[in-house]
């Protein structure tokens, strides 16, 4: 048995390794945008209960356990009262601000950005707990797929454009970067799924 459990344990700190490997390869470098928000918030949902999925098949975390469905049951009432009163628990910041740090994401904890991304994890925050207590009841509850389409901030391709530029053409690369640099401040860094042909035309016409 105790073979077992340290195989078991040794596959857990691989996995874990491998995760973290994957969060550093995926991290956005990028300020947080209100157009950003629907995606995250379905990849922090996906993400989490991916993660209690993994956990409970690798014997990390119990397939079933009593007793906890009335704290998250009550976890969910403060989730349900924060979201009336505008006062939103601890750790519904906490895990917000945890989720936008593994991804890379830079934030202002004051923005009105922030406060819209507090807001819309709050239910799926719900979601989540309510899934946890049907697991710790021996119910099967798939975890929900991730976002179809990735989340690649235009910060990001602007970058790597810049940075495939040939080097020994000096000054078409400053012409570029400096293009780039303008395109991004008038339309915002935005996700490319969420680039309009209005933010074109705005920017063609400065």
């Known amino acids: 048995r105790r073979i077992a459990e340290r195989?078991?344990?040794?596959?857990?700190?691989?996995?874990?390794?491998e995760w973290e490997l994957l969060r550093r390869e995926q991290s956005l470098?990028?300020?947080?945008?209100?157009?950003?928000?629907?995606?995250?918030?379905?990849?922090?949902?996906?993400?989490?209960?991916?993660?209690?999925?993994?956990?409970?098949i690798a014997g990390a975390i119990p397939r079933t356990k009593d007793g906890m469905s009335?704290?998250?049951?009550?976890?969910?009432?403060?989730?349900?009262?924060?979201?009336?009163?505008?006062?939103?628990?601890?750790?519904?910041?906490?895990?917000?601000?945890?989720?936008?740090h593994e991804k890379g994401i830079t934030y202002d904890s004051r923005s009105l950005a922030f406060a819209k991304f507090v807001e819309e994890l709050s239910p799926r925050y719900a979601r989540y707990l309510n899934t946890l207590a049907?697991?710790?009841?021996?119910q099967t509850v798939s975890t929900p797929a991730p976002p179809k389409q990735q989340l690649i901030p235009l910060s990001q391709l602007v970058r790597e454009f810049v940075e495939s530029r040939p080097k020994g053409k000096t000054?078409?690369?400053?012409?570029?970067?400096?293009?780039?640099?303008?395109?991004?401040?008038?339309?915002?860094?935005?996700?490319?799924?969420?680039l309009r042909q209005q933010d074109i035309r705005e920017f063609f016409q400065i």
């Open 70 to 100: 009335e704290v998250y049951y009550g976890l969910v009432d403060e989730l349900a009262e924060g979201s009336l009163t505008g006062r939103h628990p601890d750790f519904l910041i906490r895990a917000a601000a945890s989720f936008l």
């Open 29 to 56: 470098k990028a300020p947080l945008s209100e157009d950003f928000l629907p995606h995250l918030v379905e990849e922090w949902l996906h993400d989490s209960l991916r993660a209690d999925e993994n956990g409970r």
């Open 134 to 138: 049907c697991r710790d009841e021996g």
């Open 171 to 194: 000054t078409a690369l400053t012409k570029d970067a400096t293009c780039m640099s303008k395109f991004l401040e008038i339309v915002g860094d935005k996700p490319m799924s969420a």
């Open 7 to 17: 195989k078991n344990c040794e596959a857990w700190l691989a996995k874990q390794r």
